[in-house]
């Protein structure tokens, strides 16, 4: 059904009626005013997204509700009839099972025929699934059958994704259809001598439909990824795609790495406190840092110039704040070795712990109301380790609840070792705010 009746349209008066009453009145009584059917009311206002107070939870099913149910039921989702009937999903299945209302699992031969018959002609699953009254998951099953999905993949040689474009549906769907019917890919099968040679002197010479039946075994795609990778192209798109030209790109990302300068410790250091702090990275080997102070943002751009990196740096008006990143997978496969357990004897070895805890400070630092500095973090193990990095640093502290305290004792010489931008940063978010 579409909204008629009898063959008559909608007008926007009885559009604009059913908008208006639907939503506190019953659809019997629409019905009768507007001189069309229940039926016809509970579809248009479903097709309109109008939702009535007088279905749902708790309210009796009508007559003309259940022949809704009984005709859509078995072969429509739950959750459209639903949508139909201004009812949620859990009340249609319940009041369907209460009728003993079932979803039809099986198809007869003479519904498979009339799937196939209808297919040629419109191409449409689910008006067929509708015209028919079967579900739309045994209409595809029909349609992507065994014999077709074979002819489709080793007769016409299509990948997945074209036969999933050519058919209707997606690639995962006939990706499952063709493990279900052990059609296997000859991804699996290796390739013989015999078949290497004949690609290899027929494949820039002879049309397609030739080259098929040269290799009988072998689809058009399982014979155009064999020839990429002997170095074989018929187009530019192919070429594109080689082992040669993504051997030439390898060798001049290569060329091109940025080196990062190592011999930085220092800098280092404070790139890794910072890092550990209010800075990110990402799995594409960015490194960078967001944050409201412009101070704050021009040092670790700096630091990240230092190390040799190439930085770039953005103002997010909206939200007022600065970004700085830069990329290198170097730095990042360095700062996930850090991660792994290296960190302490890193900074303890080679490193500066005071550089480390100076960008630890200005991500997560702050001042106390009784003038002492903090280091915050939700993280109960960043908290044992900035703890004991400062414990070892001679610094009286004490670990508390999502922060690091330095006694009032140890304030002054925590200052006189570090010199960091801000120097308390409860401050410097009221002032920029």
């Known amino acids: 059904m579409d909204g008629k009746m009898g063959g008559k349209n909608w007008s926007r008066r009885e559009k604009d009626i059913l908008k208006l009453k639907y939503p506190k009145k019953s659809a019997e009584v629409l019905a009768e005013e507007l001189g069309r059917s229940k039926y016809s009311i509970y579809i248009k206002a479903s097709e309109m997204g109008i939702k009535s107070e007088k279905c749902g939870f708790g309210v009796k099913w009508s007559e003309e509700e259940i022949e809704i149910l009984r005709e859509k039921y078995p072969f429509k989702p739950a959750s459209e009839v639903a949508d139909v009937l201004n ?29 196939r018959r209808l297919y040629k002609k419109e191409g449409d699953m689910e008006s067929i699934a509708s015209e028919v009254k079967v579900p739309l998951d045994l209409v595809r099953k029909v349609i992507c059958c065994k014999e077709k999905l074979e002819k489709l993949y080793k007769e016409r040689g299509l990948t997945q994704k074209e036969i999933a474009g050519e058919l209707g549906v997606n690639q995962p769907y006939i990706s499952e259809r063709m493990r279900e019917y ?15 040679k004949i690609l290899i002197e027929s494949y820039l010479k002879v049309p397609k439909g030739k080259l098929l039946s040269l290799l009988p075994s072998r689809s058009w795609s399982a014979i155009k990824a064999k020839a990429l990778k002997l170095g074989l192209t018929r187009l530019a798109e192919e070429y594109r795609k080689s082992e040669r030209v993504k051997e030439k790109l390898r060798s001049l990302a290569e060329k091109n790495t940025i080196q990062v300068n190592f011999k930085e410790k220092n800098t280092l250091s404070y790139v890794l406190g ?76 080679e490193g500066d712990e005071w550089k480390y805890i100076e960008g630890r400070y200005e991500s997560d630092g702050s001042i106390r109301s009784g003038g002492s500095p903090c280091i915050c973090s939700t993280d109960e193990e960043e908290l044992e380790f900035i703890y004991t990095l400062l414990s ?7 670990k508390q609840k999502q922060m690091v305290y330095v006694y009032h004792s140890s304030k002054d010489e925590f200052f006189e070792n570090i010199t960091p931008i801000i120097k308390n940063r409860d401050n410097e978010s009221k002032v920029r705010k």
Request: proline share 2%; net charge positive; glycine share 6%.
């Open 87 to 115: 009812r949620s999903v859990k009340s249609v299945k319940s009041k369907a099972e209460s009728l003993e209302v079932k979803k039809k699992r099986k198809l007869n031969e003479v519904e498979k025929v009339d799937i």
């Open 182 to 196: 052990g059609i296997t890919t000859e991804a699996c099968e290796p390739w013989s001598e015999k078949e290497e």
């Open 274 to 349: 910072v890092m550990d702090g209010d800075g990110f990275h990402d799995k594409k080997h960015t490194i960078g840092l967001e944050v409201i102070s412009k101070e704050f943002a021009d040092k670790f751009y700096k630091a990240l110039q230092k190390l040799n990196l190439r930085p770039g740096r953005g103002t997010r008006k909206n939200r007022k704040l600065e970004t700085v990143w830069a990329s290198s997978k170097q730095l990042i496969d360095w700062y996930e070795l850090m991660n792994s357990g290296e960190r302490e004897k890193w900074l303890k070895e």
């Open 392 to 398: 070892n640093l001679e610094i009286e502290c004490s």
